[in-house]
Every structure is written in structure tokens, then in C-alpha cells.
């Protein structure tokens, strides 16, 4: 009996005691942990923002969110465009970033940098199922397409506000946008260029 099962082991093709080889990861690609917490809801947004990975970035929202941006707001109303920041929800979001991410993922040359950390002037509120998180950021974008150079850059002060949802995951439910000087480029300005 055990002279069979080694004939029948030292017929096989493959070593059946080998360990495997790696496979390709199912699901979505890039930088993603669990959002268990405001802070790595917070830490997904942007890997998914510098990776320009739209699945991991849709993932960030609630169905509920919506996107606040007064100054912005105000100046496109002065220049005609009162509907450019109205009725911004989750669909609208995630449509600008994909017109966003799909634009500087097709440039020749690519750089793309997305800092965020705490607010100085403002303190985190965490509480059991809420949470209010204050972000200054800096973002640079850098496309080049056929040796013709893009630049913009944008400074400001994002307010998250994020709400424990389904399976305890952290999700931003809305996001308020200031410049960091009246006047200047902000995240919002870049979002509401690619609203289409």
C-alpha cells in the first residue's frame, strides 16, 4: 500500500507539497487599507487621489456626500457660472476625478502630488460614530504632452466630515473647501474644471 502512493507521487508532474507561485490580486489595485478608522479614510482618499485609481476612490464616499466650496462658489456665480459647484453629490465627484485622473494618465509625462496633514488652527472632533477632520493641503499637477509643460498648483484647508457606515467602514459623507488666501487656486478650482 505505501509502495502505491509513492509510485503514484513520484508520478505526478508537479511537486504537490511546493508552495504555489504569486497570483494578480482580485479586487481594486493600488494603496488600500481597511477604512476602520477617519484617519485611514483619509489616507485611502489620497493614495487613490496620487495613484489616480478611480475604483479606490469612489470607495472614500458616502451615497450621501456632497461637495462645499463657498468662495469658489461665489466667484463662479460672479462670473456666470452659478451652476458650476451646484448640486455637487457623489456622482459628480467621482465624474470630475475620472475626467481628472483620466487627463494626466494619458500625458506623456506625469507628475502628480497630493499633500495633506493637520490643520495647525483647527483640532480633529472624533467622536464613536462621527468625525470631523481638518486637512491643509497642497496639490501639483505636472502634465506634459508632447514637450508642452501643464502646471497648476492649488493650497487650502479641506474640512471632512465622515460617518461609520456599513461593515464599520469610515466614509467621507461631505467635504468643504477654502483656499489657503482669498483668491487663490484651491482643490476646488481643479475639481470644477473637469465637471463635465
Known amino acids: ?22 497570483e494578480d490580486p482580485y479586487g481594486s ?11 485611514a479614510a483619509l489616507r485611502n482618499l489620497l493614495s487613490a487621489y496620487n495613484e489616480l485609481i478611480i475604483s479606490n476612490y469612489q470607495l472614500c464616499f458616502s451615497d450621501s456626500f456632497f461637495f462645499s466650496s463657498p468662495e469658489d462658489s461665489i466667484d463662479a456665480v460672479n462670473d456666470g457660472r452659478g451652476d458650476l459647484f ?15 485622473f483620466s487627463t494626466f494618465s494619458t500625458a506623456d509625462s506625469l507628475d502628480f502630488y ?5 490643520a495647525n488652527e483647527y483640532a480633529d472632533i472624533v467622536e464613536d460614530t462621527t468625525a470631523v477632520m481638518y486637512r491643509s493641503y497642497n496639490l501639483l499637477l505636472v502634465a506634459t504632452v508632447e ?9 487650502g484647508l479641506a474640512t471632512f466630515h465622515l460617518r461609520q457606515e456599513q461593515l464599520n467602514w469610515w466614509t467621507i459623507t461631505w467635504w468643504e473647501d477654502i483656499p489657503a ?16
Open 147 to 155: 514637450n508642452d509643460a501643464d502646471t497648476i498648483r492649488a493650497e
Open 29 to 39: 489595485a493600488g494603496t488600500w487599507e481597511t477604512p476602520q478608522s477617519p484617519e
Open 114 to 118: 497630493l499633500n495633506m496633514f493637520p
Open 1 to 22: 500500500m505505501i509502495a502505491a502512493a509513492v509510485i503514484i507521487l513520484v508520478g505526478c508532474a508537479k511537486n504537490p507539497f511546493s508552495t504555489r507561485g504569486t
Open 86 to 100: 451646484a448640486d455637487w453629490d457623489k456622482s459628480v465627484e467621482i465624474s470630475a476625478a475620472a475626467n481628472l
Open 181 to 196: 488666501q482669498s483668491g487663490q487656486t484651491d482643490w476646488g478650482d481643479i475639481k470644477a474644471e473637469y465637471r463635465r
